[in-house]
T-cell receptor
Framework: KNEVEQSPQNLTAQEGEFITINCSYSVGISALHWLQQHPGGGIVSLFMLSSGKKKHGRLIATINIQEKHSSLHITASHPRDSAVYICAVSSNYQLIWGAGTKLIIKP | EAGVAQSPRYKIIEKRQSVAFWCNPISGHATLYWYQQILGQGPKLLIQFQNNGVVDDSQLPKDRFSAERLKGVDSTLKIQPAKLEDSAVYLC??????????FGSGTQLSVL
């Protein structure tokens, strides 16, 4: 079993829909990261969380430390949000990656 | 704030040649990562440095790959000799412990 599990693996939605991507982990962490990678592009860090909730524009990230679970939400989704979203956790000075969620937003 | 700098941006070599990549992390960031990302796959950690010490190099093919981080700042990743399957994007990232990750733009390597 992977230490960081993401779901869904693939997600296709219509423009304007509310998007949720989930991440569960089984190790002790000091931080959880949500990252975005566009096709052929570099990786951009969206959020770093150790507790609670963060919001940036249309993106919201939450984490429940007790349940070892985090969610990334996108409100009013847009085709430019199409990308791979990756959850990664910092644990014992190491970074453990989820497999990523490929999101496609159709116009 | 300057980001993570990587060079070159692109590199094309023939198999059995040598190649080196350079990374300059954000000033003050103790942790530096080198990742290999093959097209269509997620990043694979090659090596992680904490200052100038190696934390994890378990997935580094040590018969052909080497990396160093002199003085705990800049880092170089070398492949010698390169194989066709080394064609990938090589990403460098840095962070302070528990703080946001920053990625460089990557070096796209094509081995012909």
């Amino acid at each position: 079993k992977n230490e960081v599990e993401q779901s869904p693996q693939n997600l296709t939605a219509q423009e304007g829909e509310f998007i949720t991507i989930n991440c569960s982990y089984s190790v002790g962490i000091s931080a959880l990261h949500w990252l975005q990678q566009h096709p052929g592009g570099g990786i951009v860090s969206l959020f770093m969380l150790s507790s609670g909730k963060k919001k940036h524009g249309r993106l919201i990230a939450t984490i429940n430390i007790q349940e070892k679970h985090s969610s990334l939400h996108i409100t009013a989704s847009h085709p430019r949000d199409s990308a791979v979203y990756i959850c990664a956790v910092s644990s014992n000075y190491q970074l453990i990656w989820g497999a990523g969620t490929k999101l496609i937003i159709k116009p | 704030e300057a980001g993570v700098a990587q060079s070159p941006r692109y590199k094309i070599i023939e198999k059995r040649q040598s190649v080196a990549f350079w990374c300059n992390p954000i000033s003050g960031h103790a942790t530096l990562y080198w990742y290999q990302q093959i097209l269509g796959q997620g990043p694979k950690l090659l090596i992680q440095f904490q200052n100038n010490g190696v934390v994890d190099d378990s997935q580094l093919p040590k018969d052909r790959f080497s990396a160093e981080r002199l003085k705990g700042v800049d880092s170089t990743l070398k492949i010698q000799p390169a194989k066709l399957e080394d064609s990938a994007v090589y990403l460098c990232a840095s962070s302070l412990e528990g703080v946001k990750l920053f990625f460089g733009s990557g070096t796209q390597l094509s081995v012909l």
